[in-house]
């Protein structure tokens, strides 16, 4: 009998230098490495730095093999989690944020009516930091936190 084993899903924020944004590096990562792949978000052009969020979903061990492969092909990367921020002292709990948040990693929880933030969820869209009335949802944009 074959051994099933749990699969592995992590958002990650990419940078590419405009010499590898017009390389098939990210295709690679299912041909290579068995991984799936979902572009949540994409700011690419040829000879152009190049922005991506993506969900990448595999078995654990060829999620970090296929990391590897994009950091050795000059990609930098960055979990989402770094990237996206909620300041708990300033949230109201409106509710603004999870009308826009488009993959739920903004609810409210029925039974408090507090906003919850799942990091593990978040794309980084940065919708909710347009929509925040207080700013207490703010995306960090410091190219110097890159891995």
Request: aromatic share 6%.
């Amino acid at each position: 009998m074959k051994e099933v084993v749990k699969g592995f899903r992590k958002i990650v924020y990419l940078t590419f230098p405009p010499d590898v944004s017009g390389r098939p590096v990210v295709c690679n990562l299912g041909k290579l490495f068995e991984l799936s792949f979902n572009i949540l978000k994409a700011d690419i052009s040829p000879r152009h730095e190049g922005t991506m969020t993506l969900e990448i979903s595999g078995l654990e061990p060829d999620f970090h093999k296929g990391v590897s492969y994009l950091k050795e092909n000059g990609v930098r990367i960055i979990p989402v989690a770094h990237k996206i921020f909620r300041d708990e002292e300033s949230c109201i709990h409106c509710g603004l944020c999870t009308s826009m948040c488009p993959t739920s990693a903004l609810t409210v929880d029925k039974g408090t009516r507090m906003v919850t933030f799942d990091v593990d969820k978040c794309s980084a869209c940065g919708m909710c930091t347009r929509v925040c009335p207080v700013r207490a949802m703010t995306l960090d944009l410091d190219e110097n936190n890159r891995q």
